[in-house]
């Protein structure tokens, strides 16, 4: 008898942590002996092999394949975003995404808050022979006893205030259901926190209205997707120091220009849409799928 094939194909933006390794199939193979991994690492193959696949696991799909996968019961990926499977399947197909980021997000989300706070990006070159050992650093604050916004608090938005209440950090979170608070929320927030999917919903929700409405010393932090920030008004509230500073692992478009507006910006952060990476990645979403297949799909 056949053994049901997983077709994996994982790999994204050539990130090492997003693609799987032949070690790491071995390990799963190993794991569920009665199922056959299939790796392949071109869309060629994956596509040759879909009419094959039972399961598949996959960052990237079309919809232009979709009568190829007549025998598939399951496809999952790692990511947490809809846009590079689309939201078009047939109806027999269970489709899953990985909701698992949240630990790693929240750890890097929380790291910019602090690097903030505590001065460590202030403080940054003040050591120097001109002035080894300066007096004064630039006036930070404890986050303890602050207050944050989330805005979007799905798994990682979650995440985020568990993380922030260890440190003493009181949160909101704010989800479709309490959207007309946030105007009220805004100018309480120390920090405001965009953890959103990239819809056309989502885009501009935090413009210069909402960025107004923030108190001058509060710190932005988008790990969502970047279209939920007005660029333009983001750069002209730091600019004009009505922002303490925003942390972005999200930008309008990626990989953000060498001349975007908010590479000269002042006091603006941007990371390469890193803020999941981390070596236990792939593992991380091989538990999970593992998870939902003893549940549902094991005999």
């Given at each position: 008898?056949?053994?049901?094939?997983?077709?994996?194909?994982?790999?994204?933006?050539?990130?090492?942590?997003?693609?799987?390794?032949?070690?790491?199939?071995?390990?799963?193979?190993?794991?569920?002996?009665?199922?056959?991994?299939?790796?392949?690492?071109?869309?060629?193959?994956?596509?040759?092999?879909?009419?094959?696949?039972?399961?598949?696991?996959?960052?990237?799909?079309?919809?232009?394949?979709?009568?190829?996968?007549?025998?598939?019961?399951?496809?999952?990926?790692?990511?947490?975003?809809?846009?590079?499977?689309?939201?078009?399947?047939?109806?027999?197909?269970?489709?899953?995404?990985g909701t698992f980021h949240g630990a790693i997000m929240a750890?890097?989300?929380?790291?910019?808050?602090?690097?903030?706070?505590?001065?460590?990006?202030p403080g940054m070159g003040l050591c120097t022979t001109e002035?080894?050992?300066?007096?004064?650093?630039?006036?930070?604050?404890?986050?303890?006893?602050?207050?944050?916004?989330?805005?979007?608090?799905?798994?990682?938005?979650?995440?985020?205030?568990?993380?922030?209440?260890?440190?003493?950090?009181?949160?909101?979170?704010?989800?479709?259901?309490?959207?007309?608070?946030?105007?009220?929320?805004?100018?309480?927030?120390?920090?405001?926190?965009?953890?959103?999917?990239?819809?056309?919903?989502?885009?501009?929700?935090?413009?210069?209205?909402?960025?107004?409405?923030?108190?001058?010393?509060?710190?932005?932090?988008?790990?969502?997707?970047?279209?939920?920030?007005?660029?333009?008004?983001?750069?002209?509230?730091?600019?004009?120091?009505?922002?303490?500073?925003?942390?972005?692992?999200?930008?309008?478009?990626?990989?953000?220009?060498?001349?975007?507006?908010?590479?000269?910006?002042?006091?603006?952060?941007?990371?390469?849409?890193?803020?999941?990476?981390?070596?236990?990645?792939?593992?991380?979403?091989?538990?999970?799928?593992?998870?939902?297949?003893?549940?549902?799909?094991?005999?």
């Open positions: 008898m056949e053994k049901p094939i997983v077709l994996v194909w994982l790999t994204l933006r050539g990130v090492a942590e997003f693609t799987v390794t032949e070690a790491q199939i071995a390990r799963w193979q190993a794991r569920f002996p009665e199922l056959e991994f299939l790796h392949v690492t071109t869309q060629e193959a994956f596509v040759a092999n879909l009419s094959r696949a039972t399961f598949i696991m996959t960052y990237h799909f079309c919809e232009a394949w979709s009568p190829l996968i007549y025998r598939a019961k399951w496809m999952s990926t790692p990511a947490a975003g809809r846009e590079l499977l689309g939201d078009r399947f047939p109806e027999h197909l269970k489709v899953t995404f750890e890097t989300a929380i790291g910019m808050l602090l690097a903030m706070r505590r001065g460590l990006l002035a080894p050992w300066p007096e004064h650093l630039i006036g930070r604050r404890t986050i303890s006893g602050s207050h944050a916004v989330i805005l979007g608090h799905g798994n990682i938005g979650k995440a985020i205030g568990e993380k922030l209440a260890a440190l003493g950090v009181t949160s909101t979170g704010i989800t479709r259901k309490n959207l007309a608070d946030l105007p009220t929320l805004l100018p309480q927030a120390d920090a405001l926190f965009l953890a959103l999917p990239g819809t056309p919903e989502t885009t501009n929700i935090i413009d210069a209205q909402e960025l107004a409405a923030l108190p001058p010393h509060a710190v932005i932090i988008n790990v969502g997707r970047g279209n939920a920030i007005n660029e333009r008004a983001l750069a002209q509230a730091l600019n004009e120091q009505r922002l303490e500073a925003a942390f972005l692992d999200v930008t309008p478009y990626e990989p953000y220009p060498e001349d975007g507006l908010l590479r000269s910006t002042a006091r603006c952060y941007l990371l390469p849409h890193a803020s999941a990476f981390a070596p236990e990645y792939l593992e991380m979403a091989f538990e999970e799928w593992a998870e939902i297949y003893r549940t549902t799909f094991a005999r």
